[in-house]
């Protein structure tokens, strides 16, 4: 394969990559592209790996021996995944123990939906099944990356998520065809994550103005992912029977969908390090990862 | 036989939800993959023998009161430190092998048997490494000498001799199984949480 030729200035760079060209690790690359670059996928390393917490409780209270299998698997996915998204952040000049140590000093940011509680076992349903659907929009958009081998990986990322999805919409399934107060966890879990869900895909900035589109990093905007969302996902919703919280949400005519305006002061707060669940999930992860240097330590050491 | 099928089944499920408890902050990303994937195999492997024993799994899993489960001690304790929970990795996957080897020979359930060795294989690998990573680390052999009464425990008198050369330690008095430790209830009552909210039979 003949090589290609990356242009080594900025503006030819990006028609390059706006033209849908793809650059490889070893690539001359303009700094600002690498600094979004790291920016943008160490944030995806780092939710994955805070996404792990709002499950991980309820791994030890699955109420079946398969809800005990599906979700330590897929816990287990979401940690590989940040396994692998560290990888590509490193190749860009980021070792991983800086951004896992930039993370629980509050350094980095992760996605909102992973600084909420998880209070029922319908929460664990919502995750998996909504959750994951709004991220694996955002992903999906990610295949076409402009950094060829952030692009790779997120193909094995996407097939995995697919499963999630399965597998929540099974728990959200089976409860909602349960006892009335099993419907209810749903319905009430589904009222929570509602307004973070709607914030998930971030604020409906023209995606002309976004650096992360305009450098071909991820392919698509904002609003046409929550849109995408919504089309995919509130018609499931509405066929099981629950209610979503939000007294404007219609399809229009044209496919488009209305919805009452997302509360974005809020994301902003959350995303900021400032949601209800952060400080104690930073913390926790703080107090593991001093308590077990020691093991670090004798690894490296041998 | 069903009583003994029943403790390594109830070990196999309480270690497996030990393990999980590493979800999302062993000490290193590749443990935390490597953890889950061991929690998994022990679910499994549980599930497989209750299957043995009754067409539902699940309401022998967690339908029983406390005192009604069969596991050893050891399984039982909550260990949120990786020098103890290694060491107790390593003399359990070593006494399970001992266990599991003898009920190979067994003509009903040698072939079960089999197949979860099969996968205890891995999980010794695993062990083994750690082991000699951390086999001189004061942490783990404080650790060790700390558990070993629990170890002994697992497996059956006769097999105790066995065990105590394979892990060159001497044999001392076993914490036997048939008691609870305090750390079990807490446990008992976060894994049948919420399927006890629900009626029982109910799907989830």
């Known amino acids: 394969m003949a090589a290609v030729e990356i242009p080594q200035d900025e503006q030819a760079f990006l028609a390059y990559v706006q033209a849908g060209g793809q650059v490889e690790t070893a690539d001359w690359m303009p700094d600002d592209y690498r600094a979004k670059l790291v920016k943008f996928i160490e944030m995806h390393g780092n939710s994955e790996l805070m996404g792990v917490l709002p499950e991980r409780e309820w791994i030890l209270r699955a109420p079946t021996l398969q809800r005990k299998l599906a979700l330590t698997a897929k816990v287990q996915d979401e940690v590989g995944h940040a396994q692998l998204i560290y990888r590509v952040v490193e190749d860009l000049g980021k070792p991983r123990e800086r951004c896992l140590a930039d993370l629980v000093d509050g350094k980095a940011k992760f996605h909102n939906v992973f600084h909420y509680p998880t209070k029922t076992w319908g929460d664990v ?54 006892t009335p107060a099993q419907f209810e966890l749903v319905q009430e879990a589904l009222n929570r994550w509602w307004g973070p869900l709607m914030q998930f895909h971030g604020n409906p900035i023209p995606k002309e103005e976004d650096p992360m589109y305009l450098w071909r990093i991820k392919s698509q905007g904002n609003e046409e992912a929550r849109q995408q969302f919504l089309e995919g996902y509130v018609p499931q919703i509405w066929e099981l029977g629950l209610t979503v919280p939000d007294t404007k949400l219609r399809r229009r005519e044209d496919g488009t969908w209305e919805y009452g305006e997302p509360d974005w002061d809020e994301l902003m707060h959350v995303v900021t390090g400032h949601g209800p669940k952060t400080d104690e999930r930073l913390a926790f992860r703080r107090r593991f990862l001093d308590q077990e240097q020691w093991v670090r330590d004798a690894v490296l050491a041998a | 036989m069903n009583e003994l099928l029943l403790g390594l089944a109830d070990d196999e499920l309480v270690i497996g939800w030990r393990d999980s408890e590493w979800t999302g902050i062993a000490p290193l990303l590749e443990e935390d993959v490597a953890f889950s994937s061991i929690a998994q195999n022990e679910i499994g492997h549980a599930r497989a023998v209750y299957e043995r024993l009754t067409d539902d799994a699940d309401a022998l899993a967690f339908d029983r009161s406390l005192d009604e489960y069969r596991c050893a001690p050891l399984v039982e304790l909550r260990l949120l430190d990786w020098g103890r929970t290694i060491a107790r990795r390593w003399l359990y996957e070593v006494a399970d092998e001992i266990r599991i080897t003898a009920l190979m020979e067994d003509p009903d359930v040698g072939g079960l048997a089999a197949k979860i060795n099969r996968e205890e294989a891995y999980h010794r690998m695993h062990a083994e490494m750690w082991r000699e990573r951390l086999r001189d680390e004061p942490r783990f052999r404080d650790a060790v000498t700390e558990l070993w009464p629990y170890a002994l425990g697992v497996v059956l008198p006769a097999q105790r001799e066995a065990l105590a050369a394979r892990v060159a330690l001497d044999e001392v008095e076993a914490v036997e199984r048939g008691s609870h430790t305090d750390d079990f209830a807490p446990l008992w009552d976060e894994m049948t949480m919420v399927r006890r909210s629900a009626p029982v039979g109910s799907q989830w």
């Open chain 1, 125 to 178: 349903g919502v995750i998996a099944w909504l959750v994951d659907a709004a991220a694996i929009i955002s992903q999906k958009a990610l295949l076409k990356c402009s950094y060829a081998p952030y692009a790779r990986i997120m193909k094995k990322i996407c097939w995995e998520e697919s499963f999630h999805i399965l597998h929540g919409r099974d728990v959200i399934l089976a409860m909602v065809t349960g």
